[in-house]
């Protein structure tokens, strides 16, 4: 069964061993319907200790509400399906207001038992509590050993990176031809696949991480999603370039340029100076002869313009990083 794999039996085994932890531990203190407490374990396993954290707070709120509600339902309309039947649309009416949607089911569990047991003392009042609160603890417990997967980002945020540097050597290529034909957009495509990959693993190792935050990952990624943008634009005008200046030559090889320093720590403060002199230098050359080579020339200084704002995203990022660079 390929299907099956190392990840999900370890997580399969991680939820069933966190359940009899938790069930056992019930038992052991004589609570009663410990197996809820097992359960409860089960519902609060979430894929991030963040996801898990915020999960066993809302839940843990909730419940609050619920025991209220509850008892109020109980000694209004004594131990019935109809006190339940009022108590079950007044907890839903809160918790899909309160976005408790979660805790709806689990909590609702729990004060059956008062239902069951047609009784709202002290003792059953404790002996939920208790449940809660075990099936909880190892539903968090069970997740502490969850760590930020830097090696994955890393592998995933070089791929966005190799994508990048790929289209630049593309634009490079094709901003010398007359004849676009061939040039596509299925790069950006596969960039797009990449970058999504990379959000997702930094946005798990966020959401892993409770202490010593850092938001260079998610950054990283933003970083790099604008940098998508900026070269989609960079794309629709090279394909519009349907005459060659003299100009062209110059940007094709400031692309080259931009291929040949493309690494993670460079500030681009070079590259930013090259371009700023290409832009005055551009300024003071003579004017176009015909209105397509306007044309293109505009085309070509948009391109530098979007060069610029590429570069100045990157300048921005390692200047906001560099000390971890």
Not at 133 to 155: C, M, P, Q, S
Not at 156 to 168: A, F, H, M, P
Request: proline content about 1%; glycine content about 2%.
């Amino acid at each position: 069964m390929k299907w099956i794999k190392g990840f999900h039996i370890f997580k399969a085994f991680k939820i069933a061993l966190a359940a009899v932890l938790s069930i056992l531990t019930a038992n052991l203190l004589g609570l009663s319907y410990a197996i809820t407490a097992g359960i409860i374990t089960v519902l609060s396993i979430q894929n991030t200790k963040r996801e898990t954290l915020q999960t066993a707070r809302d839940r843990g709120l909730a419940f609050l509400c619920a025991l209220m509600l509850s008892y109020v339902c109980f000694r209004w309309l004594d131990f019935s399906v109809t006190a339940f039947i009022v108590y079950l649309f007044l907890f839903a009416l809160l918790c899909l207001s309160a976005g408790w949607g979660q805790a709806l089911a689990m909590d609702s569990v729990l004060i059956s038992h008062f239902l069951t047991e047609q009784r709202f003392d002290r003792a059953m009042l404790v002996n939920e509590l208790l449940v809660f609160a075990i099936g909880t603890f190892y539903g968090i417990l069970i997740n502490l050993h969850l760590r930020k997967k830097e090696v994955e980002f890393d592998r995933l945020s070089r791929q966005v990176d190799d994508e990048i540097k790929g289209i630049i050597h593309r634009m490079a290529e094709n901003i010398r031809r007359e004849d676009k034909t061939n040039y596509n957009s299925d790069c950006f495509v596969r960039l797009e696949d990449k970058l999504h990959l990379a959000k997702e693993c930094a946005l798990r190792n966020w959401n892993n991480t409770l202490w010593s935050q850092s938001a260079y990952e998610l950054d990283y990624i933003r970083m790099r999603e604008n940098q998508s943008r900026v070269l989609k634009n960079i794309y629709d005008s090279i394909v519009r370039i349907t005459m060659l200046p003299a100009q062209t030559m110059k940007v094709a090889a400031f692309f080259e340029e931009i291929e040949a320093q493309y690494h993670r720590d460079n500030n681009v403060e070079k590259l930013l100076e090259l371009l700023d002199k290409m832009l005055s230098d551009m300024k003071l050359e003579a004017l176009p002869q015909s209105r397509e080579e306007f044309e293109a020339r505009a085309l070509l200084f948009y391109t530098l313009m979007q060069l610029e704002e590429f570069l100045i995203l990157k300048n921005r990022f390692v200047a906001k990083y560099q000390n971890i660079l």
